[in-house]
C-alpha cells in the first residue's frame, strides 16, 4: 500500500521548513556597465533590452526588495546564488556558459549581488557556473541541513535559470513557489510562455499575496 502524500502543490509556507532563493540577481545581469552589456551599444540598450531594463527596475528588483525584507522579518531563511565562476579564467565554468563566451571571474564586482539586495554577512550565497544552482553548487545538501522543504524562487532570467532551478527542485522533492512579479527576462512574451510551462512544477503566487502568507 502506498504512503501517504501530498496531492497539491498549493501548500502555505511553513516559515520552519521553508527559504527564499534570489537567483543571478547581480552586477553582471542588471547594471548597465556590467559584463553582460558593457559592450552593448546604447541603441540596442534602448531597443532590443528596453523591455528588460524597464521590467527589472521598476517591477521585479522592488518587488524582490519587497520580499526581502518581509522574508527577513519573518526569520525565513534567505539564500543567494550568483553566476561566478570558482576560478578567474572561468576554466571551471560549464561547455554551456563557454560556448556562450561569458565569464564572471571570481571575486569580481560583476559577480556580486546587487546592492539593493546585498546579503547579509550570515546569508549563503552560492557561486554557479550552470544555468541550474542545483547542478554547480551544493545548494541540495544545504537545504536539507537546513531543514527546507520548501523553496521560494524568484530572480532572473524567468525562462532560462529561473526555470531551470524551478523544475530542479520539483524533481529533488522540494514544493516551489515561484514569484512572478518578482522575475524577469527579455521579453514578455518570453516571461509568460516560462510560466505557462512551468506552472505544473510550481505554484505561482503575486509578491503581495506571499508577504500576506507569512504575515508581512
Keep these: 500500500m502506498a504512503a501517504d502524500h501530498l496531492t497539491t502543490r498549493d501548500v502555505p509556507l511553513d516559515p520552519a521548513a521553508s527559504a527564499i532563493l534570489f537567483i543571478d540577481v547581480q552586477n553582471f ?12 551599444s546604447e541603441a540596442d540598450i534602448a531597443g532590443k533590452y528596453g523591455y528588460y531594463f524597464k521590467r527589472i527596475h521598476e517591477v521585479a528588483i522592488p518587488n524582490m526588495q519587497r520580499l526581502l525584507g518581509g522574508f527577513r522579518k519573518a526569520g525565513i531563511e534567505v ?3 550568483t553566476i561566478e565562476s570558482l576560478t578567474r579564467d572561468g576554466r ?3 561547455l554551456d556558459y563557454k560556448i556562450t563566451g561569458f565569464n564572471v571571474p571570481k571575486g569580481s564586482w560583476d559577480g556580486k549581488v546587487i546592492d ?10 552560492f557561486p554557479k557556473s550552470s544555468s541550474s544552482v542545483f547542478v554547480s553548487t551544493h545548494i541540495d545538501y544545504i537545504l536539507r ?12 532570467l524567468t525562462d532560462q535559470c529561473v526555470e531551470s532551478a524551478v523544475r530542479d527542485a520539483c524533481d529533488l522533492n ?10 524577469g527576462t527579455y521579453s514578455q512574451e518570453r516571461h509568460d510562455t516560462s510560466l505557462s510551462a512551468i506552472k505544473g512544477y510550481c505554484r505561482q503566487v503575486s509578491t503581495d499575496a506571499l508577504l500576506k502568507e507569512i504575515g508581512q
Design 29 to 40: 545581469s542588471v547594471r548597465r556597465e556590467g559584463g553582460e552589456f558593457k559592450d552593448v
Design 79 to 81: 539564500l543567494h546564488t
Design 92 to 94: 571551471d565554468r560549464s
Design 116 to 125: 539593493e539586495l546585498e546579503p547579509l554577512e550570515d546569508e549563503i550565497v
Design 145 to 156: 541541513n537546513l531543514g527546507v522543504k520548501q523553496l521560494v524562487l524568484c530572480g532572473l
Design 174 to 183: 522540494y514544493l516551489v513557489t515561484l514569484v512572478p512579479d518578482a522575475c
